[in-house]
């Protein structure tokens, strides 16, 4: 149980510090954000892989299952998501940032510069207006959060027991 809270503690800091930093420098609103967010992701989430090798080397002795190693990916990817999320809330109620109507600025601006017609625009426009709405009632914002970054835990974590399950795959170093 110290693995995921302290690793998946770690991934979800580096998430919410890369996050911040992408907000202050005002790098969001970009239409490469969104690729951008699942970068910030995947680099807090490297936090899988070193907890998962971490506990291989010096729990298990240098060598675990797949399904161990997987079920600890997991566990750390969780606490990073609910890190995640936690951090997403606090910073609505704090700002009032209103993201729906943030990004619908933003998509306006990016049709707009496409071309798109009038009646494209503001039929899009309604949809996010109807989503805004929904959206708001934190009961179903919050999975929102999980099933954006969830995807990211659930593939790093695979990946990370596929390569750990060997234990030729970065050996544990000796004590000299």
């Given at each position: 149980?110290?693995?995921?809270i ?14 911040t ?9 970009h ?11 995947l ?28 079920a ?6 969780l ?12 910073y609505?109620?704090?700002t ?11 998509r ?14 503001e039929?899009?426009?309604a949809?996010?207006?109807?989503f805004?709405?929904?959206?708001r ?6 999975p ?6 969830g995807?990211?835990?659930?593939l ?20 000299t």
């Amino acid at each position: 149980m110290r693995y995921p809270i302290v690793y998946g503690g770690l991934a979800g800091l580096i998430i919410v510090a890369l996050s911040t930093a992408a907000v202050m420098a005002g790098f969001l609103g970009h239409s490469s954000s969104p690729l951008f967010g699942y970068l910030v992701m995947l680099a807090g989430l490297t936090m899988i892989f070193v907890g998962m090798k971490r506990y291989r080397d010096v729990e298990m002795g240098g060598v675990i299952r797949f399904g161990r190693a997987l079920a600890v990916g997991l566990g750390i990817g969780l606490v990073a998501a609910i890190i995640y999320a936690a951090a997403f809330e606090l910073y609505v109620a704090a700002t009032g940032f209103d993201f729906t109507a943030w990004f619908s600025e933003v998509r306006q601006r990016e049709l707009l510069a496409e071309g798109a017609a009038p009646a494209a625009i503001e039929a899009e426009m309604a949809a996010l207006r109807e989503f805004g709405e929904t959206y708001r009632n934190p009961l179903i914002r919050i999975p929102f959060h999980f099933v954006e970054i969830g995807p990211v835990c659930i593939l790093v974590a695979l990946v990370s027991a596929a390569i750990l399950r060997d234990p030729r795959a970065l050996p544990a170093r000796r004590a000299t």
